[in-house]
């Protein structure tokens, strides 16, 4: 059974920065080089959206322009765990967010919800002005 688990949620003021990670059971992120991983997240009263996905074996990354410049993706596979660096975070950044991952292999990583397999359970992040 798949399972991923996000922390490193919380409040932050304006400017500041948190790193959210991703551990999986379940499910190793080596064993499936081809099969993107992501980041979503959803704002109350708002859908889920995109916010970044990584191809690891390609080493290609997507980000919604939202976030471009600011939100890293990375993975590190020895301690099997997703990343997401956030800097410079904004109010409009707080939201739930959720990590995801592709059962299967493919080319590119849309950031689309419908693509993604596997989710977590989500961890809050509130960024305030």
């Known amino acids: 059974q798949v399972q991923l688990v996000e922390s490193g949620g919380g409040s932050v003021q304006a400017g500041g920065s948190l790193r959210l990670s991703c551990a999986a059971s379940?499910?190793?992120?080596?064993?499936?080089?081809?099969?993107?991983t992501g980041w979503f997240r959803q704002a109350p009263g708002k859908e889920r959206e995109g916010v970044a996905a990584?191809?690891?074996?390609?080493?290609?990354?997507y980000y919604a322009d939202s976030v471009k410049g600011r939100f890293t993706i990375s993975q590190d596979n020895a301690k099997n765990t997703l990343y997401l660096q956030m800097n410079s975070l904004k109010p409009e950044d707080t939201a739930m967010y959720y990590c995801?991952?592709?059962?299967?292999?493919?080319?590119?990583?849309?950031?689309?919800?419908?693509?993604?397999?596997?989710w977590g359970q989500g961890t809050q992040v509130t960024v305030s002005s």
């Open positions: 995801a991952a592709r059962a299967v292999g493919t080319w590119g990583c849309p950031l689309r919800e419908n693509d993604y397999n596997y």
């Open positions: 379940g499910y190793t992120y080596s064993r499936a080089p081809r099969a993107c």
């Open positions: 990584l191809h690891p074996e390609r080493g290609v990354t």
